[in-house]
């Protein structure tokens, strides 16, 4: 580890030697690139690497490290782990240009005529503060990314000392920066379920500091020489406790742990006599509150003793199979409750129903599989394989059961028993093996990187079918008997073959490669050559081909081995897992449509949902993902400590149940507000906005300007600009969209001619100020525009032909940062970084004037009934404010608080009842008028900068700088408002309970006490 770490540009060398060298003569480890990376390694990471291991991050703000991309990712690295960031100024530079985080910093100056040994000591200063803290938050750091590069392997976890020292770090960190990173925690609480999993400790064994404080409330309620008030007090630290940890379980994705949390401390909080401050009862009712509403968990089975290999729903969804390398299979009901327990003699890797859902078959590394019986448990066939089975799987009709090895064999054989055909499908382990739904085709996946499919029907009578291509291009297939003669050539049936129609059904973009929402989709064409060998090509060309039957396909397109594929319901489209950190999405021509790209490590599973619209997959990197069949990521769920083996979503879709490397099998809901993230912006997403007829505009750091159909599917266009652009909105009648920008410039685009042109140029451009434009304004009738500068002017220009008609000069400081017309065009409100509200004439008169913040006011937006004027600022709060006849009431009519950081962006519904709020704790937060928080939605992993309601009122977008824009359905928004509003604490625990009963009736890794948690509660 270091002391600091220097960000530089090039140009300021000279400076940066003269401050290593102080650093060096008081004895500080300093990590500068000049001399730490070297001239063979991967220069980023190793970057990277130098950031996430020193204390500080010191920035040298010059006009040429704002210019700089390298210095700009730097910063942003350091940002995302959270580091104490120290901005030092060596050459005078604008403040609005400057990385909103290091803005709000207080700067050190070693300007040249600044005194260097005085400036020197004051960073000396700043870096000595809080230093202990500084350096477990490091050194916890450094090994929670080991952790996590190494699959999150439950042996790098911390233990003992280590552990209790990080538990008690994490409980003092509020209010100290730098702050704890997500991962962090997830580390620690990682360390501590492996703790309790060792141990067999219960809600005494959780960490985090707070084992202590509700341990010793349990004994200080139970010691009757303790005082009253001691006693109170221990109650209250305990229910502090408690709500905390169900807060941070939440930020992990253990929901159930979190409900049962939050749900012990409400209890503690009603059946306690003592006197509860207002602020705790708030805190512990709305903690549950959203442990309720936002759980996904419905249940954890928890039994095996090893790693779950496969999970299987039955066709009817009500009972789950598992195959563990405990030798077991489990039967288990959706409940929890453990129906059957099976045994081979060694692993067993795939479990499968038949049809019909009566019967079982299991596939062992013992080179049997085994079939049994659902409704007694009976043992019905035992197949012997001659090799270690990998795969197996029925027939839709349920008369074939096939399976695949070792050795790259595949077997068919009938329900009784019988060998019906074997053959060599692949030169190495055969992986995983389906048939087609309408039986006609089976898939097989192999560590040799192929997928093939093959003809069941030609398989069973011994022909061998060839696909080739003719002259045409037509995919015909070359039928030849066992004696050799060759039958007329056949066309494949297209039943079978997505034709251009479907995917353009799926994605008009589907075609001809190319990028659709930002990922890319991969060819075969398009694979290196170099990667593949001779034999290789040889058998992509069918010139090698293995002796029996033959592939009707072969799909090359994965660069490591493929472990797992599906169909999708129709059986028009395949997808595959790989250890090449993707997945893909096939037509059974062969060509990939998608390549989903979003895991850190080996992709093992993936499946589609019974409608065909969503896939989920499982990886070593512990996550599942949930993603559309256009190939954009919708959810990711974490909570699993180790390698998530597989996946499968319930019959009726609503369910998706994984299977870990952790030993548990975890069911979860997908059903919920997510409807679309939106997938494509290279950098931080800063304005995002709705035309009227419910297009979708979004802008970006990265020089981009986007626009989206409604459902945010697709992509409908990207246009390039010479500078990043700060906002965007459309005129009223949706014509044209006018984008503010970093270059000073104010840009107007025709709508329909981005959307019909390949090469598009702005229409007008807006020239006058002389720093970022932040924001703008555009009046009812379309024919005015007001902007906001950092450069602390409001202007107002004529839309028709971009003319300046004034400048407000110096009316915020340092800047302003929004404006808005009054609903009838006579008014424009400001608002800056003084926190004051200010109400001026179009023609320049200041009407109104007062504070209305005590800290920068970023966005304002007035309600569509035009009653209401909302306000957001760095203060962690929106206001409220009564629009009337021309002038506001300066008290506010709601304080909204509940963000723990700035709110950016704030907009209303289109019925004005709800207000969406948009903050820099990565949360989207629902209120409604009179001040209560309805619902908090975390999608993002990063600063939520932008907020926007579609016109008919459906959809919700939120942009952040995480890259991403999420679509959420206004509809189940609503019904979650609806449910949770005027909802008491005595509803809340009896939701709560509600939902934690099968878990807590059924798992056994669970005390009496915790199980009665819910005791009494209906």
Request: glycine share 6%; proline share 3%.
């Amino acid at each position: 580890m270091t002391d600091v770490f220097i960000s530089y540009s090039r140009r300021n060398k000279t400076f940066v030697q003269k401050l290593n060298q102080a650093f060096q003569a008081v004895d500080r480890d300093v990590w500068v690139d000049w001399e730490d990376i070297p001239l063979n390694a991967d220069w980023r990471q190793e970057i990277y690497r130098g950031i996430e291991a020193t204390d500080n991050f010191i920035f040298v703000l010059s006009p040429d490290s704002m210019a700089s991309q390298v210095c700009g990712e730097e910063v942003e690295h350091a940002i995302v782990n959270n580091k104490r960031l120290i901005p030092i100024v060596c050459q005078e530079v604008s403040y609005n240009e400057v990385h909103p985080e290091l803005a709000k910093l207080n700067w050190i100056f070693f300007r040249e005529e600044d005194d260097f040994d005085i400036a020197f000591s004051k960073l000396l200063d700043t870096i000595d503060t809080d230093l202990d803290h500084v350096r477990t938050h490091t050194r916890l750091l450094k090994r929670a990314i080991e952790w996590d590069e190494k699959k999150r392997n439950p042996s790098f976890t911390l233990r003992g000392i280590d552990l209790k020292n990080a538990g008690q770090w994490l409980s003092e960190s509020e209010g100290k920066q730098p702050q704890p990173t997500p991962l962090h925690t997830q580390y620690i609480f990682a360390s501590d379920r492996q703790k309790m999993k060792r141990q067999s400790m219960t809600l005494g064994g959780v960490v985090i500091g707070l084992v202590a404080t509700i341990v010793l409330a349990a004994i200080a309620v139970k010691e009757r020489a303790v005082a009253v008030e001691e006693r109170n007090h221990a109650r209250r630290q305990s229910v502090r406790a408690l709500t905390a940890l169900s807060e941070a379980r939440q930020l992990t994705d253990d929901g159930l742990e979190a409900l049962q949390y939050a749900v012990q401390a409400s209890r503690n909080l009603k059946d306690s006599e003592a006197n509860f401050p207002k602020d705790l009862i708030d805190q512990t009712t709305e903690t549950l509150r959203e442990a309720v509403y936002n759980i996904q968990e419905r249940n954890r089975f928890d039994g095996h003793e090893d790693q779950v290999n496969r999970i299987a729903f039955s066709p009817d969804g009500e009972l789950i199979a598992s195959a563990s390398d405990d030798n077991t299979v489990r039967i288990w009901k959706r409940n929890g409750e453990v129906l059957h327990i099976w045994q081979h003699d060694d692993n067993i890797r795939r479990v499968a129903f038949a049809p019909d859902g009566k019967t079982v078959a299991s596939a062992s590394k013992d080179e049997t599989v085994k079939l049994w019986r659902i409704e007694d448990g009976t043992l019905l066939n035992t197949f012997e394989h001659g090799a270690r089975v990998r795969a197996v799987r029925f027939s839709p009709d349920g008369e074939l059961i096939a399976s695949g090895d070792d050795d790259g064999k595949i077997r068919l054989w009938t329900f009784e028993g019988r060998l019906l055909e074997t053959f060599t499908a692949h030169r190495s382990e055969l992986n995983d093996v389906v048939f087609s739904p309408n039986g006609k085709l089976l898939a097989t996946t192999s560590h040799d990187l192929r997928v093939k499919l093959w003809d069941v029907e030609a398989i069973l009578n011994d022909n061998v079918e060839v696909q080739t291509e003719n002259d045409e291009g037509n995919n015909n297939v070359e039928t030849q008997t066992e004696n050799g003669d060759e039958t007329t050539p056949e066309v494949i049936s297209e039943e079978d073959v997505l034709d251009a129609e479907d995917l353009k059904a799926l994605d008009p973009e589907v075609e001809s490669g190319g990028e659709v929402a930002g990922l890319e989709v991969t060819d075969l064409d398009e694979l290196p050559e170099d990667e593949l060998s001779e034999e290789d090509l040889a058998e992509e060309s069918n010139l090698a081909l293995l002796d029996g039957p033959q592939p009707k396909q072969v799909l090359m397109g994965h660069r490591d081995k493929v472990w797992d594929i599906d169909f999708s319901p129709d059986g028009k489209l395949l997808a595959t897992a790989s250890s090449d950190n993707t997945a893909i999405i096939w037509n059974l021509e062969g060509k990939p449509l998608r390549q989903l790209k979003a895991h850190s490590n080996w992709v093992r599973s993936v499946s589609f949902s019974p409608d065909g619209k969503v896939l989920v997959t499982g990886s070593d990197d512990n996550t599942v993902k949930l993603w559309s069949v256009s190939g954009i990521l919708l959810k990711t769920f974490i909570g699993h400590d180790a390698s998530v083996r597989s996946v499968d979503f319930a019959p009726d879709g609503k369910t998706i149940a994984s299977g870990s490397d952790d030993s548990t099998i975890r069911l979860r809901s997908v059903e919920g507000a997510v409807v679309e993230i939106l997938q494509g912006h290279r950098s931080g997403i800063k304005g995002v906005r709705f035309s009227p007829d419910n297009l979708i505009a979004s802008v970006s750091t990265d020089n981009t300007l986007k626009i989206w159909n409604r459902d945010g599917a697709r992509l409908l266009r990207s246009v390039e600009y010479e500078s990043g652009m700060r906002n965007v909105n459309f005129t009223p009648d949706g014509q044209f969209m006018i984008t503010a920008g970093y270059d000073n410039i104010l840009q107007m685009w025709d709508l329909q001619t981005i959307l019909m042109q390949d090469s598009v140029e702005p229409m007008r451009r807006f020239v006058g100020h002389t720093s970022t434009v932040k924001n703008l304004s555009i009046s009812p009738d379309s024919q005015l525009m007001a902007s906001a500068g950092a450069d602390g002017t409001m202007r107002l220009w004529q839309v028709s032909d971009g003319q300046l008609l004034q400048t407000f000069e110096d009316i915020h400081e340092p800047e302003v940062t929004d404006v808005s017309f009054s609903p009838d065009g006579s008014r424009i409100v400001s608002v800056g970084g003084d926190g004051r509200l200010k109400v001026w004439s179009i023609e320049g008169e200041l009407m109104q004037e007062f504070q209305a913040h005590e800290d920068w006011i970023n966005a304002l937006y007035f309600s569509p009934d035009n009653s209401l004027l909302a306000t957001a600022s760095g203060d962690k709060t929106i206001r409220l404010w009564q629009w009337n006849e021309g002038q506001f009431e300066t008290t506010p009519v709601a304080v909204l608080e509940g963000h723990t950081d700035w709110v950016w962006d704030v907009t209303f519904s289109q019925d004005s009842r709800i207000v969406a709020s948009a903050g820099k704790d990565n949360t989207v937060r629902l209120w409604d008028t009179q001040g209560k928080l309805l619902k908090t939605l975390a999608a993002h992993r990063n600063w939520v900068r932008a907020v926007s309601f579609s016109p008919d009122g459906q959809k919700l977008a939120s942009g952040s700088a995480d890259k991403t824009i999420v679509l959420w359905d206004v509809d189940s928004l609503e019904k979650m408002e609806q449910s949770s509003d005027d909802i008491g604490l005595d509803r809340l625990l009896a939701l709560g309970c509600n939902w934690l009963s099968d878990y807590l009736a059924t798992n056994p890794k669970l005390t009496e006490a915790e199980k009665s948690v819910c005791q009494g509660i209906e």
